[in-house]
């Protein structure tokens, strides 16, 4: 994190110590990673939004970086997710926070807003649409629409699997997925990418010929130190858990979202092929908007910072001004 104004601390909550990256004061944002990052995915807001009168706090979510690993899977599920992020709320003496989650971080703010609404000012989520309960277990769902072929969330769920191929080469792991969650039509994915012939999830990632510009070599080689510390465990565990999620939150069977509600994500990428933003708007009772950033893909608060910071300060000053 370059900037002075930004600090780091841990916490002690819900079982397990975060590291937090904090800046700025006022109303409080809490930033939600996804898979596989760090709280480090979230250098060019923390400043961005610090600047704009807000206070922003950034965990390594539990599983990450230099955050707790719990052992068992079921450690990892949406009920400690959401609860360490409520600890977080807690020990900023927060009654509320606009909640903003990238990737898997957009799923964990929406269980968040859901099962704790009085603590929530405003949801935004990055990349993956707010997306509601299911009327069937997921993974079986997932099973029956793929059938015999290849889909990443059916591999990640064999414990030790993914796990030793992600962590083989965590330079190539990383290299590959932050310069290829992205598609362009002139050059559609290659259909054998969801081939069942044996290969793994990072062997059916092209190498980059080059890394892309928002990406400096020093900031891959970051990500790449932290994983092969840590290892992939932790954040698979999250996948691992998607039928106890499931299973454990009937109540929230056609729930309704009533804070106001923003969605940013990339144009390139290619989550919004599978769960276009428009699936949510049911279920979001104030949303505020679809920004969907030109030539940017999955990784969109990196790839487009100014873009990305634009709408979330927009959101939040009027988020913040409607309800103060």
């Not at 990052?37 to 979510?61: F, I, K, T």
Request: charged share 20%.
């Amino acid at each position: 994190m370059p900037d002075r104004e930004v600090s780091s601390r841990t916490l002690s909550t819900n079982g397990v110590e975060l590291h937090l990256v904090e800046a700025g004061e006022g109303p409080v944002v809490l930033l939600a990673h996804g898979f596989p990052e760090l709280a480090y995915s979230w250098r060019h807001q923390l400043p961005a939004l610090a600047e704009a009168g807000y206070r922003v706090v950034a965990p390594d979510q539990r599983g990450y970086g230099r955050s707790s690993r719990p052992e068992a899977i079921e450690d990892y599920d949406i009920h400690h997710l959401v609860g360490d992020l409520i600890g977080v709320l807690d020990d900023l003496e927060a009654d509320q926070a606009v909640v903003v989650g990238h990737d898997w971080g957009s799923m964990v703010v929406s269980y968040l807003t859901m099962l704790h609404p009085k603590r929530v000012r405003g949801l935004v989520n990055l990349s993956v649409p707010h997306l509601t309960r299911g009327g069937a277990a997921p993974i079986a769902a997932m099973q029956q629409a793929i059938g015999d072929n290849f889909f990443y969330i059916l591999y990640f769920q064999q414990p030790g699997v993914a796990d030793a191929e992600l962590g083989a080469d965590p330079a190539r792991t990383m290299r590959r997925m932050l310069a290829g969650a992205a598609w362009r039509p002139e050059a559609p994915p290659d259909p054998s990418v969801f081939a069942n012939d044996g290969r793994g999830f990072v062997e059916r990632m092209p190498e980059p010929e080059s890394l892309p510009a928002w990406l400096a070599p020093a900031e891959l080689d970051h990500y790449v130190e932290e994983f092969r510390r840590t290892g992939f465990t932790g954040g698979l565990n999250w996948y691992r858990n998607f039928d106890r999620n499931w299973e454990t939150t009937a109540e929230l069977d056609g729930a309704v979202v009533k804070v106001p509600s923003l969605f940013v994500g990339g144009a390139l990428d290619p989550v919004l092929l599978m769960s276009p933003p428009g699936v949510a708007h049911p279920s979001l009772s104030d949303h505020r908007g679809d920004v969907v950033v030109a030539d940017a893909g999955h990784w969109v608060q990196q790839e487009a910072p100014g873009e990305v910071n634009a709408a979330l300060i927009g959101f939040l000053d009027d988020v913040c001004r409607d309800r103060s």
